[in-house]
């Protein structure tokens, strides 16, 4: 393996940014006092806390009382789902509307509340560019809804959902709206209020904060059941005792984000521009999955590339010492390609040869470059190699 | 999920034996399927006294588990006659591979399959009967 380190995967996650491991660091031993505890010496700890509540809150024109830390963007998605399927139970409210697209800890989330609870989900499709149609939230929605669940914008193939509009639907028919925005957040400007967004994930590790650390934005006035059940912790609404300096790192990460967010996002997006048109210029037969433009996360890039297989194309990065990501089934322990790709429409064989890029800070203008030098090759040197390429080439003859 | 294979995988993977194709050879298999994930595409050049496979060619699309496992299974089988080369197991492939991840074993059943297969064309073209051969699901 070379020394060279191209670190492409800022989806999967970050890593702690200097600032933020500096805020952290008196949490852990200097000031590390209960924050439930009575003496003097806590209220340091109860403080940072509150301080962490505004700087995120800020951050998304919310209310510091909106805020409500977790231990990531899973169980802010299990919580929201949950919490507010079981809270409305017993008004007849039986109803969940998502998408097919979710992450996983929607999608498997929403499959558990139907086999164990009963509760019916209707799974949106999306077009082949994987945006959702508003029309088909408004049309889903029927007296048992009561909630509906469409991530911001997609983790695989970046796709910017149009919340704005969903939200509106939700709000004009009386249905709650959460938004899984464990990406979108660390990449997008987002106001809740303008928004229409009753409730939205968040997650640390995404946006150069700690793992093990999230958020949930619950709007002023939404009732849902506990997730977590235990000590009378954030207002009594989730349990356990805090984690002081993940949530200090979150806070901080967030507010510094927010000051660097749009001159990142220019540059992250032309880079992003730059790949894409590389790889579609330099690799026959490429295909962009995902929308262009504004509509996709400035940091995300995920291309097709026919006869080949994504694992393949990994670990031969890897050695040339890029770090990206596959939807193939040969990477996940399922063996199943990726539900998104196939949402979209993609055959198997096109899901399996996919590879995804998501830029960040590490990122460099060289590390595109670079990129761009040996994606071709190593795409030309499997495809020579494939059957499948053989028959595809023979095909289009 | 983090890819822990042996450095016989690895080293076959990055510098795979016989790669290409053999214009008209005595036998040719395939296994596998796109929707899966993979396919093997195995060339045969047979000696027709010797019954000795001379040559043998692969093509694979697939993870770098299924490209070693074509690899090895290839280098195993060269020089060997046909009805060695008809007894040689997944198993045997996975462990001169230093073993596969369990969940990737089905690539050493492939390369089994796509061999029998050839050699099933092989039989073919030569007027023998054609071996059933049990077809893997996955």
């Given at each position: 393996m070379q020394e060279k380190f191209v670190y492409m995967d800022h989806t999967a996650t970050t890593p702690v940014?200097?600032?933020?491991?500096?805020a952290m660091m008196p949490y852990f031993s200097e000031v590390f006092g209960n924050p439930s505890s009575v003496y003097s010496y806590s209220k340091k700890s109860r403080a940072a806390i509150e301080k962490a509540r505004m700087q995120v809150a800020n951050a998304f024109n919310a209310a510091p009382a909106e805020i409500f830390f977790t231990s990531s963007g899973t169980e802010s998605d299990n919580w929201a789902l949950k919490g507010t399927l079981e809270n409305l139970k017993s008004k007849g409210k039986t109803h969940l509307i998502t998408s097919k697209i979710e992450h996983h800890a929607i999608l498997h989330t929403a499959e558990y509340l139907h086999k164990i609870h009963g509760f019916d989900v209707t799974y949106l499709p999306v077009d082949s560019e994987g945006r959702v149609n508003p029309e088909d939230v408004r049309n889903a929605i029927n007296d048992k809804t009561a909630l509906v669940s469409i991530m911001f914008a997609n983790n695989e193939v970046g796709t910017?959902?149009?919340i704005k509009k969903i939200g509106e639907i939700c709000r004009e028919k009386k249905v709650l709206f959460h938004t899984d925005a464990v990406q979108a957040a660390a990449q997008l400007n987002i106001d809740v209020k303008d928004l229409n967004i009753d409730m939205m994930s968040i997650s640390g590790h995404k946006m150069y904060a700690p793992k093990g650390?999230?958020?949930?934005?619950?709007?002023?006035?939404?009732?849902?059941?506990?997730?977590?059940?235990?000590?009378?912790?954030?207002?009594a609404r989730r349990a356990s005792t805090e984690n002081l300096a993940g949530i200090v790192g979150l806070g901080e990460a967030m507010e510094i984000l927010k000051t660097r967010l749009d001159d990142d996002m220019r540059r992250i997006s032309s880079w992003r521009d730059e790949i894409i048109s590389g790889i579609l210029a330099k690799i026959p037969y490429a295909k962009l999955n995902g929308a262009t433009g504004s509509e996709r996360l400035p940091n995300n890039i995920n291309c097709s590339f026919i006869g080949v297989?994504?694992?393949?194309?990994?670990?031969?990065?890897?050695?040339?010492?890029?770090?990206?990501?596959?939807?193939?089934?040969?990477?996940?322990?399922?063996?199943?390609p990726s539900h998104v790709l196939l949402a979209l429409g993609l055959k198997h064989e096109m899901a399996h040869g996919s590879l995804r890029f998501t830029l960040g800070r590490l990122t460099t203008h060289d590390h595109v470059k670079y990129l761009l030098e040996v994606l071709p090759e190593i795409v030309a040197r499997r495809r020579e190699m494939s059957p499948l390429w053989e028959d595809f080439l023979k095909s289009n003859a | 999920m983090a890819l822990d294979y042996s450095q016989k995988v690895m080293d076959h993977f990055m510098n795979p034996r016989n790669v290409g194709e053999i214009s008209n050879a005595d036998g040719v298999g395939e296994a596998g399927n796109p929707k899966c994930g993979d396919i093997m595409k195995i060339y045969l050049k047979v000696n027709d006294e010797t019954k000795i496979i001379e040559d043998v060619k692969f093509k694979t699309f697939g993870c770098a588990s299924a490209i070693a496992s074509s690899s090895m299974a290839t280098e195993m089988i060269k020089g060997k006659t046909v009805q060695e080369a008809w007894d040689l197991t997944n198993s045997a492939v996975a462990e001169a591979l230093d073993g596969l991840p369990p969940i990737k074993m089905h690539c050493s059943v492939l390369a089994?399959?796509?061999?029998?297969?050839?050699?099933?064309?092989?039989?073919?073209?030569?007027?023998?009967?054609?071996?059933?051969?049990?077809?893997?699901?996955d």
């Amino acid at each position: 393996m070379q020394e060279k380190f191209v670190y492409m995967d800022h989806t999967a996650t970050t890593p702690v940014s200097p600032e933020v491991m500096k805020a952290m660091m008196p949490y852990f031993s200097e000031v590390f006092g209960n924050p439930s505890s009575v003496y003097s010496y806590s209220k340091k700890s109860r403080a940072a806390i509150e301080k962490a509540r505004m700087q995120v809150a800020n951050a998304f024109n919310a209310a510091p009382a909106e805020i409500f830390f977790t231990s990531s963007g899973t169980e802010s998605d299990n919580w929201a789902l949950k919490g507010t399927l079981e809270n409305l139970k017993s008004k007849g409210k039986t109803h969940l509307i998502t998408s097919k697209i979710e992450h996983h800890a929607i999608l498997h989330t929403a499959e558990y509340l139907h086999k164990i609870h009963g509760f019916d989900v209707t799974y949106l499709p999306v077009d082949s560019e994987g945006r959702v149609n508003p029309e088909d939230v408004r049309n889903a929605i029927n007296d048992k809804t009561a909630l509906v669940s469409i991530m911001f914008a997609n983790n695989e193939v970046g796709t910017i959902q149009p919340i704005k509009k969903i939200g509106e639907i939700c709000r004009e028919k009386k249905v709650l709206f959460h938004t899984d925005a464990v990406q979108a957040a660390a990449q997008l400007n987002i106001d809740v209020k303008d928004l229409n967004i009753d409730m939205m994930s968040i997650s640390g590790h995404k946006m150069y904060a700690p793992k093990g650390i999230g958020a949930l934005y619950i709007r002023k006035g939404i009732r849902l059941e506990n997730f977590m059940h235990g000590g009378g912790q954030e207002s009594a609404r989730r349990a356990s005792t805090e984690n002081l300096a993940g949530i200090v790192g979150l806070g901080e990460a967030m507010e510094i984000l927010k000051t660097r967010l749009d001159d990142d996002m220019r540059r992250i997006s032309s880079w992003r521009d730059e790949i894409i048109s590389g790889i579609l210029a330099k690799i026959p037969y490429a295909k962009l999955n995902g929308a262009t433009g504004s509509e996709r996360l400035p940091n995300n890039i995920n291309c097709s590339f026919i006869g080949v297989e994504g694992e393949t194309l990994l670990l031969d990065l890897d050695y040339r010492g890029i770090s990206a990501s596959t939807g193939s089934a040969c990477s996940s322990a399922s063996l199943d390609p990726s539900h998104v790709l196939l949402a979209l429409g993609l055959k198997h064989e096109m899901a399996h040869g996919s590879l995804r890029f998501t830029l960040g800070r590490l990122t460099t203008h060289d590390h595109v470059k670079y990129l761009l030098e040996v994606l071709p090759e190593i795409v030309a040197r499997r495809r020579e190699m494939s059957p499948l390429w053989e028959d595809f080439l023979k095909s289009n003859a | 999920m983090a890819l822990d294979y042996s450095q016989k995988v690895m080293d076959h993977f990055m510098n795979p034996r016989n790669v290409g194709e053999i214009s008209n050879a005595d036998g040719v298999g395939e296994a596998g399927n796109p929707k899966c994930g993979d396919i093997m595409k195995i060339y045969l050049k047979v000696n027709d006294e010797t019954k000795i496979i001379e040559d043998v060619k692969f093509k694979t699309f697939g993870c770098a588990s299924a490209i070693a496992s074509s690899s090895m299974a290839t280098e195993m089988i060269k020089g060997k006659t046909v009805q060695e080369a008809w007894d040689l197991t997944n198993s045997a492939v996975a462990e001169a591979l230093d073993g596969l991840p369990p969940i990737k074993m089905h690539c050493s059943v492939l390369a089994e399959e796509a061999i029998h297969t050839a050699l099933n064309d092989y039989r073919a073209k030569h007027g023998m009967d054609v071996i059933p051969i049990e077809h893997h699901e996955d």
